[in-house]
Each structure stands twice: as C-alpha cells, then as structure tokens.
C-alpha cells in the first residue's frame, strides 16, 4: 500500500488529518489537468478547489476497484467536461490561432533575449493549440500526452475501452501535428516560427504581458525543465508537452481546502 492509499483508508474511517494528506496528495495533479483543460490559471484554481471539495465529500464511495488517482482524475474529468466554458476557451480556433503565428513570424526584427518571455510564448501557445481541440479530444491528449497515463488508465478515467480511447487520443494528435507542420519550429526545424520572434508581436497585440504572466512564473515541480531554453525541431507531440515544466498548485488551494476540512469536524 503506498502513503497515499494508506492516508486514503484512514481518511474514510474518519481521521482528519489523512484527508488533509490525501487532498495534499492529489492537489498537483488535480491542478495540471484543470490548466490544461481551461487555459487560465485563476480558472484552474477555482475549478480544482471545486473538484478536490468533491473528492473530500465523496470519499467514502471510494471502493478501490480501480487506483485512487485514476478515480481522482475520474472526478476531475467529470466536472471539467460539464464546467462553464471560459474566455479563453472560447475565443480559440485553429484558424485564429494560425494567423497570428503567421503574423508574428512573417515580421521583421531580431528575436527577444530574455528566455523566460520565450517560454511564455510557448507555453501559452501550446496551451492555446489544446483549448482549439474540443473538450473530448483535450482531454484524451491531456491524460495521455501532457499527464503521461497509459491508454488502459486513461480509458478507466473516460469510461470507454483502451481502443475508443486510443483512437480519440490519435485524433487528437493528428489535428494538432496538422497545425503545427510547416509553421511552428518547436515541432519542424524547417518551419520559420521561432517563440523568440513571437515575443515583440505577442505583446503588441496583447497576447503577451510581460508584467503578468500566466505560466512561466508559476510555481513547477522540482526537476521539471526550467531553463527556459528555446526548444527547436522536436517532431512529436508528446516530446513537445512531456518537456514543459510540471504546474504545482498555489499555496492558497490548499489552505481554502483545509478549512472545508476543518469546517467537517472529526
């Protein structure tokens, strides 16, 4: 029995402080999906606080048929498909997105310096490519490419067989490599996109602010890439998320949980 369902066993017999271990326990990962699924980290915070209340309140029909994380993410993926879609969301298309990589990169002028603006470029790009997927489709590339689950967990998360799964997964896939062939350099080395040469067009037309971003100031996991290197050529999409810093959650989600706990009694 791992820590985690050791927390989760005594958390269902009543022990207040192996919940607040088991919601510590899940937290991050709860967060990771609920950005990637949203886009807008004030977005993924609220909805994470929403799910891992959830999780707090339905613990004890927990049965253990399948690994605690896969009915955790279970959970979250039910909320996240059903929750109120926001700004971001909506605003993204394929088409849209397209033509403001191609403007950026058709402009003159020499490439930013600084690496950390370079990788709010392209994080916020490759998280605008996901928010152009439909929900079902997010998802499946979301479990599978950015959260590293097998197709056979990712299926017990989505309710369907390996082989549905397998095959929304590479829908998925295929419409994301479709936009980035020929036009993003982090994917093709051939393609003229650089994030470096982004930077300067991003902030002009409010896409990129420097004095508040959303995701390279966020706090990420310990060994997680940090260096803001520019990435170039990667020719596959899992390398591409795989190598993109893993989110931690705010401070604050925690805290907020724990007083949904202690408001419990036990």
Same mark, same amino acid.
């Given at each position: 029995?791992?820590?985690?369902?050791?927390?989760?066993?005594?958390?269902?017999?009543?022990?207040?402080?192996?919940?607040?271990?088991?919601?510590?326990?899940?937290?991050?990962?709860?967060?990771?999906?609920?950005?990637?699924?949203?886009? @807008?980290?004030?977005?993924?915070?609220?909805?994470?606080?929403?799910?891992?209340?959830? %999780? %707090?309140?339905?613990?004890?029909?927990?049965?253990?048929?399948?690994?605690?994380?896969?009915?955790?993410?279970?959970?979250?993926?039910?909320?996240?498909?059903?929750?109120?879609?926001?700004?971001?969301?909506?605003?993204?298309?394929? !088409?849209?997105?397209?033509?403001?990589?191609?403007?950026?990169?058709? @402009?003159?002028?020499?490439?930013?310096? !600084?690496?950390?603006?370079?990788?709010?470029?392209?994080?916020?790009?490759?998280?605008?490519?996901?928010?152009?997927? !439909?929900?079902?489709?997010?998802?499946?590339?979301?479990?599978?490419?950015?959260?590293?689950?097998?197709?056979?967990?990712?299926?017990?998360?989505?309710?369907?067989?390996?082989?549905?799964?397998?095959?929304?997964?590479?829908?998925?896939?295929?419409?994301?490599?479709?936009?980035?062939?020929?036009?993003?350099?982090?994917?093709?080395?051939?393609?003229?996109?650089?994030?470096?040469?982004?930077?300067?067009?991003?902030?002009?037309?409010? @896409?990129?602010?420097?004095? !508040?971003?959303?995701?390279?100031?966020?706090?990420?996991?310990?060994?997680?890439?940090?260096?803001?290197? @520019?990435?170039?050529?990667?020719?596959?999409?899992?390398?591409?998320?795989?190598?993109?810093?893993?989110?931690?959650?705010?401070?604050?989600?925690?805290?907020?949980?724990?007083?949904?706990?202690?408001?419990?009694?036990?």
């Amino acid at each position: 029995m791992t820590p985690l369902e050791e927390h989760v066993r005594r958390a269902v017999e009543g022990d207040r402080r192996a919940l607040e271990a088991t919601v510590e326990g899940i937290q991050h990962m709860v967060y990771r999906l609920a950005l990637r699924m949203l886009g @807008e980290p004030a977005d993924a915070e609220d909805a994470s606080q929403d799910i891992l209340a959830r %999780v %707090v309140t339905n613990l004890a029909s927990y049965r253990g048929d399948s690994a605690f994380t896969t009915w955790v993410y279970r959970v979250a993926t039910n909320h996240l498909l059903n929750v109120k879609r926001g700004r971001a969301e909506q605003r993204m298309a394929f !088409d849209a997105l397209a033509a403001q990589i191609d403007a950026g990169a058709a @402009e003159e002028g020499e490439p930013s310096a !600084d690496r950390v603006l370079w990788q709010e470029v392209e994080l916020g790009c490759t998280q605008a490519m996901l928010l152009c997927l !439909d929900r079902d489709h997010r998802i499946a590339l979301v479990l599978g490419d950015v959260l590293e689950l097998s197709n056979e967990e990712a299926a017990q998360v989505l309710d369907v067989s390996p082989a549905a799964y397998r095959k929304r997964l590479e829908r998925a896939r295929e419409r994301i490599v479709a936009f980035l062939r020929g036009r993003c350099g982090v994917f093709d080395g051939a393609a003229k996109c650089r994030c470096s040469k982004q930077v300067a067009y991003a902030a002009r037309i409010g @896409e990129l602010r420097p004095d !508040d971003l959303r995701f390279a100031r966020l706090p990420v996991e310990e060994g997680s890439r940090q260096d803001y290197q @520019e990435l170039l050529d990667v020719g596959s999409i899992v390398r591409m998320y795989r190598s993109q810093p893993r989110f931690l959650a705010p401070d604050v989600l925690l805290s907020e949980l724990r007083r949904v706990i202690a408001g419990r009694g036990g």
